[in-house]
């Protein structure tokens, strides 16, 4: 099982990134994903997620109505499309499965995280 997540860069304030998670070695289209951060000293926080289909998708408070969750079960891929970066933006970005869906049986699997840092 893997997941690696690229795209993240430095970037001024107000600009844009967006961040794809690669999944191999499971059946990625059973697995909820979601994108986490991370600071450090910080618990792992989440900050969106999307169904299996993508018919629903969920945003922290602070990404809402910036960043978007997509996914391509195609091309096995989650993306995160992240606009008007702040500076508290700045983070470890992480990608995480959560399935199989109708599994008596499921688990999480986490990427090694993708740094995104937002200059003022």
């Known amino acids: 099982v893997q997941l690696v997540e690229s795209g993240g860069e430095l970037v001024q304030s107000g600009g844009s990134l967006r961040l794809s998670c690669a999944a191999s070695?499971?059946?990625?289209?059973?697995?909820?994903m979601s994108w986490y951060r991370q600071v450090p000293g910080k618990e792992r926080e989440l900050v969106a997620a999307?169904?299996?289909?993508?018919?629903?998708?969920t945003y922290a408070d602070s990404s809402e109505g910036r960043f978007t969750i997509s996914r391509d079960n195609a091309k096995n891929t989650v993306y995160l499309q992240m606009n008007s970066l702040k500076p508290e933006d700045k983070a470890v970005y992480y990608c995480?499965?959560?399935?199989?869906?109708?599994?008596?049986?499921?688990?999480?699997?986490w990427g090694q995280g993708t740094q995104v840092t937002v200059s003022s």
């Open positions: 995480k499965a959560h399935g199989p869906v109708l599994s008596t049986v499921q688990r999480d699997y």
């Open positions: 999307i169904t299996i289909v993508g018919g629903k998708t």
């Open positions: 070695g499971f059946t990625f289209s059973r697995y909820h």
